[in-house]
């Protein structure tokens, strides 16, 4: 490992599973040595059913259309077997077989790559094994989401890899719920695939444990229209944000014609600006290192450690059109006194960070100044102002990003604000990893800590993502020209200075 795999892609001939996997590990770079395709009846029977389970929603490219002009080997074989496969493979020195949607494949072809044959599954493992996961999730109230696992000679049975929920939310039918386990099952094959190249596959590969259901086989008509109704009666046990929809402060156009590019995308402050800017009319491009699907967003994965990425991609994404919004925001480093920081601590966040910020802001500035409006927002926090106890690594970065951001704010060109939010204690997972540190550090109990924050805060609880991204949100309208260096608190009035 180390290395871009030499793979194998088997699916089921065009079957739009496979499809939208193809597209997504191409977009990372990851081109198969030779895809397999099973040219079959039962391979059209199952594809045409799937095509009716995600009606509605869009198809990925056809797999010559997306290998058009790539080195890559595509052949077409009766059946996916050993006898069919080998041949095509047993001379090929391959690292991996990856599979994009087939049959139950057993023998020799498991045994053939170095280091195994891996699999996205459209549900999680180990609770929803077999066939129709998203319908027998929701008869179940099993929760929804994709699973990237080593196949072995079981049924979804081989250890995991990766896995993730799909946040279903209320109004979604069957068809989105099987669509959005579709995309990404994809996205954690690419994930797995970059894993695999950074030698993490030893630190992530885990069993999978016992399931409490059946491996479940297809899901019979009366299981459909009853899965239909809890989704229609909104029954199903396990929608995100119960009660609660986004509230939008501004009109749906008021971003209308502009292209925002919203970095840390995934979760948290950064998911909820992205969310809020495409409802408010603006073509959304969220990057992140797993771009998760988000609903009305163009989700696209990058390393904001990787200059070399991070200038493949935003200048792909410039070659469509400028960028005419710009919102720089990254992972925190993990929590801390500083003196227990070594020199190489700083070296990643740095490059997360400031590096990243700087690279993307130097790129996108020329077409904000051609078009003659741009708008910058760095998400820092509350700390460049009054230093956090225990992230004495983060009051660092957050401070070299504050003066960085202050300075470009007087070299800037007349149409361009750049402009930091500063988040306080905020409900998003971040916040959740540093009261597990000071837990670890400490002795507190979890809820010892969180209580000590909030004693610090004068609205006595923490801050919604949403209402971050609705700060962020305003000043990245065009009639929010006239604020440019301010640094604008969203803390619950917990900062004391003035």
């Not at 049975?157 to 069957?174: D, F, I």
């Not at 597990?436 to 000590?452: A, F, L, P, W, Y």
């Amino acid at each position: 490992m180390g290395d871009t795999p030499v793979f194998a892609f088997l699916l089921l001939k065009e079957h739009p599973y496979g499809r939208e996997m193809l597209r997504q590990i191409l977009s990372e770079g990851f081109v198969p040595n030779i895809i397999i395709e099973e040219d079959s009846v039962i391979g059209d029977e199952e594809r045409e059913k799937f095509l009716k389970r995600i009606e509605g929603n869009p198809i990925a490219p056809t797999i010559a259309e997306q290998i058009a002009g790539l080195n890559v080997n595509h052949v077409t074989v009766p059946i996916h077997n050993s006898e069919e496969v080998m041949p095509h493979i047993q001379d090929l020195d391959l690292d991996l077989i990856v599979f994009g949607g087939t049959r139950i494949i057993r023998g020799n072809i498991l045994d053939h790559p170095k280091d195994g044959v891996i699999n996205s599954h459209p549900g999680l493992l180990p609770e929803c094994r077999g066939s129709a996961s998203p319908a027998w999730s929701v008869y179940h109230d099993i929760p929804i989401g994709s699973s990237t696992h080593f196949c072995d000679n079981g049924i979804d049975t081989g250890e995991l890899l990766l896995r993730r929920e799909v946040p279903v939310k209320r109004g979604m039918t069957y068809e989105d719920l099987c669509y959005e386990t579709l995309v990404l099952a994809g996205v954690l094959m690419k994930e797995a695939l970059m894993a695999y190249v950074s030698g993490k596959w030893s630190e992530i590969r885990h069993p999978q444990g016992e399931s409490p259901w059946p491996t479940f086989r297809n899901a019979p008509p009366e299981i459909i229209d009853i899965v239909n109704k809890k989704l229609a009666e909104q029954t199903y046990a396990h929608y995100v944000n119960e009660g609660e929809e986004m509230k939008i402060p501004f009109a749906s156009d008021a971003l209308k014609g502009m292209r925002a590019l919203v970095c840390g995308a995934s979760k948290g402050i950064g998911r909820a600006t992205a969310e809020m800017m495409a409802a408010c009319g603006a073509d959304v491009i969220a990057l992140s290192r797993s771009a998760p699907p988000i609903a009305g967003v163009r989700s696209m994965a990058v390393d904001l450690e990787d200059q070399l990425a991070i200038e493949k991609t935003v200048k792909g994404i410039l070659a469509a059109g400028p960028i005419h919004i710009l919102i720089n925001n990254a992972a925190g480093p993990p929590g801390g006194p500083l003196l227990d920081n070594s020199i190489d601590d700083f070296e990643v966040p740095f490059k997360r960070h400031l590096h990243a910020a700087h690279r993307i802001t130097q790129m996108v500035v020329p077409s904000m100044e051609e078009v003659g409006m741009g708008r910058i927002v760095n998400i820092i926090s509350t700390s460049v102002r009054e230093p956090i106890p225990n992230i004495g690594l983060s009051n660092t970065l957050r401070g070299a990003m504050a003066s960085w951001s202050k300075s470009l704010s007087r070299e800037l060109p007349e149409c361009i604000t750049i402009n930091n939010v500063l988040p306080g204690f905020t409900d998003t997972d971040r916040l959740g990893s540093l009261a597990q540190s000071i837990h670890d550090r400490t002795g507190k109990s979890m809820e010892e800590v969180q209580d000590s924050w909030l004693s610090q805060v004068p609205i006595g609880r923490l801050i919604d993502p949403q209402e971050t991204a609705s700060a962020i949100t305003f000043l990245s309208l065009p009639t929010s020209g006239g604020i440019r260096g301010v640094s604008l608190a969203v803390d619950g009035g917990r900062m004391r200075s003035i």
